[in-house]
Nanobody, 119 residues
Framework: QVQLQESGPGLVKPSQTLSLTCTVS??????????WSWIRQPPGKALEWMGF???????YFTPSLKSRSSISRDTARNQFTLRLSSVTLEDTAVYYC???????????WGQGTQVTVSS
């Protein structure tokens, strides 16, 4: 069974960089044609897909976050890490990592982690 677990600080100050790691078990982040995403949900708002890292290591981001976002990976630990720079109060959200379903959407999700941006 595929499991994903987010980890990282729950509180980040404005203008700092948010860093979250997703640890995967039950599958490899280098499995052919696999894609691994970050999604967030601000309070009272809809889910927002942020970006993915592909099995090849290639990354892609939603245009509105592209300039502030990066995703890296540690294949030995089967982890991938989101970094979001210059955070503001609007980046407060529950952050999820997930595996993309080849037929659309996401088929496995982490439980989510709350990140609050506050001074």
């Amino acid at each position: 069974q595929v499991q994903l677990q987010e980890s990282g600080p729950g509180l980040v100050k404005p203008s700092q960089t948010l860093s979250l790691t997703c640890t995967v078990s039950g599958d490899s982040i280098t499995t052919d044609l696999s894609f691994w995403s970050w999604i967030r949900q601000p309070p009272g708002k809809a889910l927002e897909w942020m970006g993915f890292i592909a099995y090849s290591g290639a990354t892609y981001f939603t245009p509105s976050l592209k300039s502030r976002s990066s995703i890296s990976r540690d294949t030995a630990r089967n982890q991938f890490t989101l970094r979001l720079s210059s955070v503001t109060l609007e980046d407060t959200a529950v952050y999820y990592c997930a595996r993309d379903d080849p037929t659309g959407g996401m088929d496995y999700w982490g439980q989510g982690t709350q990140v609050t941006v506050s001074s």
